[in-house]
Nanobody
Framework: QVQLVESGGGLVQPGGSLRLSCAAS????????VGWHRQAPGKQRESVAG????????NYAAFVKGRFTISRDNAKNMVYLQMNSLKPEDTAVYYC??????????????WGQGTPVTVSS
């Protein structure tokens, strides 16, 4: 019904930047709040950033504040995560999440399959 597909992950040196993208598709009436989570090897999944449906409200985990920026393009059903000043501890699989209203009127929580980010010299 609804798919989230992330892209943009990869290998980057410490201090470098990456931009993750998340494309939402399917029977979407409204793409509501969206966000990014991550899971590092051997650790629990954690929230990274979130953005409201209109884009006016954003929240960030303390460990990325000032380095990462979440944004969205509602016309294209796209969500982005600009990651700057990357650190080795940012290494993780990054997941896009979304609260979606579908054609039946039902609200769903959808997760993407994840895109890996490795920060290493």
């Amino acid at each position: 019904q609804v798919q989230l597909v992330e892209s943009g992950g990869g290998l980057v040196q410490p201090g470098g930047s990456l931009r993750l993208s998340c494309a939402a598709s399917g029977s979407i009436v409204t793409l509501n709040a969206v966000g990014w989570h991550r899971q590092a090897p051997g650790k629990q999944r954690e929230s990274v950033a979130g953005i409201s449906s209109g884009g006016s409200r954003r929240n960030y985990a303390a460990f990325v504040k000032g380095r990462f920026t979440i944004s969205r393009d509602n016309a294209k059903n796209m969500v982005y995560l600009q990651m700057n000043s990357l650190k080795p501890e940012d290494t993780a699989v990054y997941y896009c999440t979304a609260d979606v209203t579908i054609a039946t009127g039902k609200d769903l929580e959808v997760w993407g399959q994840g895109t890996p980010v490795t920060v290493s010299s």
